[in-house]
């Protein structure tokens, strides 16, 4: 009878969430579930239940999960939990329970929750947090999220037992009643954002922040008479380094007095306004006071609307608090003009992002007049309306500390043969500037030169200093000449129209140490592979064949290294006999790949290979064998996302996982096939990125079902799906039936477009690789 309601458990989990069937990651969401399915084991660490219709959380729900350290229950219609609902899951790490409809916060709920160290509580009905503090017990709490559209009260003893946070979100647009002393409890609080429309009760809050916060981030809140930004007065004593304004509104008469307050702050360091409003022209009704604070040197302002912002003023008034910036950013913010007064002032600035305005020629001219920006080291002056390069270089050559300078899309077009720059100049970025060709109006004294995403057919500068050169997304056909640039140690030429490249032009460039020529036109061949192998002096050459594109060799691994390549005398030379024989057998290949095109039967021959190839290799590889955490599977579509964003995430994480990369880590030399094998028996995991380029690489159909084959032949719970895009059911081969029966059984993770979800979505990738 127990093994009968065993059974049953089971059958209710795998039909209510097929997901859950024998792996640690547990996706039930948007399922349309009224209540926590049965069946769940300890053997889960992450239980997704969001975005469901749950209304209540009972004692026994949770009681065998006793090795869950994810759980997630936002977005459904919790209402009501028993008091014993969490008792069991002393390993939590991180609770989410935000958007539902808890009325109250008991704690008992918390009382076992001793490894928890986030906690999500937003957007609920709860209109306070009780009398005493739901969150005494909770002594690894790192950050907490409160409030909600009722939340009203904070009383002195909520926050009792917290005595260190990393973050604090308090969303109090309601809050009316806050007892002082309230968060006094908290010695320190690194990032504290408060969302309080009453200027009253954020005086009162900040008050007892003055010691504590490090980070204070305001939002949605609004100073639009001066009586309101008095209120703030009481941060003048803050001892916080950085205070961010997002979403907020000021005005011409509130504005001085904001910046009078925080000058006064004593460790002030940043100050950050993110689509904030200002009502105004900047004719500020009180001058404003420079005092010229000791410890302010950085300003961020991005997205700032202005409304009526062609009429606003010369700033004038705040030249002398712009002097001791060292560092501004105003990005995204209809900048047209800086007046050439307010540059001279900025003695002190090394660092200025202008990005995503609408500077124009005439305008950077009066904005870097004779005397401004003395001190200037980098300037981002990209995604502006520059279209003259003569006048750029010419209205920049006076900035001799200048060393960096991005002026990225802008639309130059053709450039003169001769310009004037900074004598100091060492990196430039013309990417994405519609540049045709490129000619000696390109400052001779750089290091670094990107000329990326332009049109350019060649490239033959001489640049004697130069150390990195980016060509990547142009039209080249040949290597640049190495002669002008002596020096160069990393040349990217990705996406070109290389196709190959002698030995002449590869040995004449005696100092380079990278070269990436990957995703170009390369005839595969035995004598190009052989001359790459031999190259000593340089560390690292990247060149990858398309998919599209299959080489004879078994040595062209797509998108591989091959510095290790050792090729026999007979696969460099074709004899006159096998050339004679294969014309005489010509036109019955011919047939023959044409049937075997029409009814896959090529693709049917390597399969069984490889699968015959499987069956002979041992169950499970000996521990000491194992040397990756997961062996990562893509299509060379999707290497961008992979080598760049999730490489770099897992392989400079802490502790670091060791990825296996067929690019990287495939042995050259070796047949394909016994490298996919052979990588997936020495990984503890094997990591499948999906998307439409997935399905249409061959080579990634090896792969998957190989893994396959373990996951089903041994019963080996080894995979882990990351969905990188939506994939239509049309798009996937009939006769790749089993990538739809993995998905149908296997937990996939979704990569989301939101940067606020993709925190959570690297969270449960490292969970599922550490299980």
């Not at 939340?151 to 009792?160: G, K, P």
């Not at 011919?590 to 049917?604: E, F, N, Q, R, T």
């Not at 897992?650 to 047949?671: M, S």
């Not at 996937?732 to 296997?746: A, H, Y």
């Amino acid at each position: 009878m127990v093994l009968a309601a065993n059974l049953s458990e089971e059958q209710a989990l795998k039909q209510a969430c097929p997901s859950c069937d024998a792996t640690q990651l547990c996706n039930c969401s948007s399922r349309g579930l009224d209540f926590i399915p049965s069946g769940l084991t300890g053997k889960i660490t992450v239980l997704n239940l969001a975005h469901n219709r749950i209304k209540h959380i009972r004692s026994p729900d949770l009681q065998q999960t006793v090795n869950l350290r994810m759980l997630l229950l936002q977005s459904n219609e919790i209402s009501s939990i028993d008091e014993d609902s969490f008792r069991a899951l002393g390993k939590l790490e991180l609770l989410d329970l935000s958007n539902n409809s808890l009325a109250r916060l008991s704690p008992v709920w918390f009382g076992r929750l001793f490894s928890l160290q986030h906690l999500h509580l937003q957007g609920n009905s709860y209109r306070d947090l009780g009398e005493s503090s739901p969150f005494s017990s909770l002594r690894n709490l790192s950050s907490l999220y409160l409030g909600n559209l009722w939340f009203s009260t904070i009383r002195q003893s909520n926050f009792e037992g917290i005595e260190l946070l990393d973050k604090l979100w308090i969303d109090g647009g309601n809050l009316r009643q806050y007892e002082p002393g309230s968060l006094k409890a908290i010695q320190k609080i690194n990032h504290m954002i408060i969302n309080v429309r009453n200027t009253n009760v954020f005086s009162a809050i900040v008050s007892d922040l003055l010691h504590s916060v490090t980070w204070l981030e305001v939002r949605n809140i609004a100073f639009r008479e001066p009586a309101e930004a008095q209120l703030l007065k009481v941060m003048s004593s803050s001892f916080a380094k950085k205070m961010s304004f997002k979403q907020a509104l000021l005005t011409d008469a509130t504005v001085p007095e904001i910046v009078s307050i925080l000058e006064d702050m004593p460790n002030l360091v940043e100050v950050e306004l993110i689509d904030c409003r200002l009502l105004g022209t900047g004719q500020w009704e009180i001058q404003v006071q420079a005092n010229q604070s000791q410890t302010l040197r950085v300003l961020t302002i991005e997205k700032l609307s202005i409304e009526e912002f062609y009429l606003f003023t010369d700033l004038k008034a705040v030249e002398d608090l712009l002097s001791i910036f060292t560092k501004i950013t105003v990005e995204n913010t209809k900048v047209f003009l800086v007046p050439c007064s307010l540059s001279r002032h900025l003695k002190a600035l090394e660092y200025l992002d202008l990005n995503a305005n609408l500077l124009g020629d005439q305008s950077l001219e009066h904005s870097a007049c004779r005397g401004g920006w003395p001190s200037l080291q980098i300037l981002n002056l990209s995604q502006n309306s520059l279209s003259d390069l003569e006048m750029t270089g010419k209205s920049l050559s006076h900035l001799r500390k200048l060393t960096h300078l991005d002026i990225s899309q802008n639309n130059f077009g053709e450039i003169p043969d001769a310009c004037e720059w900074p004598k100091n100049l060492k990196y430039l970025n013309l990417s994405s500037t519609q540049i045709p060709k490129v000619t000696t109006c390109v400052p001779p004294t750089l290091e670094v030169l990107d000329v990326s995403a332009n049109k350019l057919q060649e490239f033959g500068l001489q640049l004697p200093f130069l150390k990195e050169l980016y060509l990547a997304k142009n039209q080249l056909k040949t290597l640049p000449g190495a002669a002008p640039i002596p020096n160069l140690v990393a040349m990217s030429i990705r996406r070109n129209k290389l196709s190959s490249f002698s030995r002449e032009e590869f040995e004449s460039f005696q100092k380079m140490e990278l070269l990436d020529a990957s995703d170009n036109n390369f005839i595969c061949s035995c004598e190009f592979l052989s001359f790459i192998q031999h190259q000593a002096g340089i560390a690292q050459v990247l060149v990858g064949w398309p998919d599209q594109y299959i080489c004879d060799s078994p040595l062209a691994v797509r998108g591989a290294q091959v510095g290790g390549v050792h090729l026999s005398l007979m696969e460099c030379h074709r004899s006159l006999v096998v050339s004679m024989i294969c014309l005489l057998v010509f036109l019955v290949i011919l047939v023959l790949v044409a049937v075997g095109y029409k009814y896959h039967a090529v693709w049917y021959l390597r399969m069984t290979w490889a699968w015959l190839q499987a069956k002979r290799k041992p169950k499970r590889a000996p521990p000491k064998d194992i040397c990756y955490d997961a062996f990562v599977s893509y299509s060379e579509n999707d290497s961008e996302w992979v080598e760049n964003i999730m490489v770099r995430e897992l392989e400079q994480a802490c502790p670091p996982f060791r990825l296996c990369l067929h690019k990287r880590d495939f042995v050259p030399g070796k047949w394909i096939v016994d490298n996919i094998i052979d990588s997936i028996e020495k990984s503890h995991k094997t990591l499948f990125v999906l998307s439409e380029h997935f399905v249409q690489s061959e080579w990634c159909k090896y792969e998957l079902d190989f893994s396959h084959f373990r996951l089903f032949d041994e019963n080996n719970d080894a995979a882990i799906l990351v969905l990188l895009e939506p994939i239509q059911s049309q798009a996937i081969p009939k006769r790749f039936c089993k990538l739809r029966k993995i998905m149908n059984t296997k937990t996939y993770l979704e990569w989301p477009l939101e940067e606020e979800q993709q925190e959570r979505f690297w969270f449960n990738l490292k969970v599922a690789l550490k299980s």
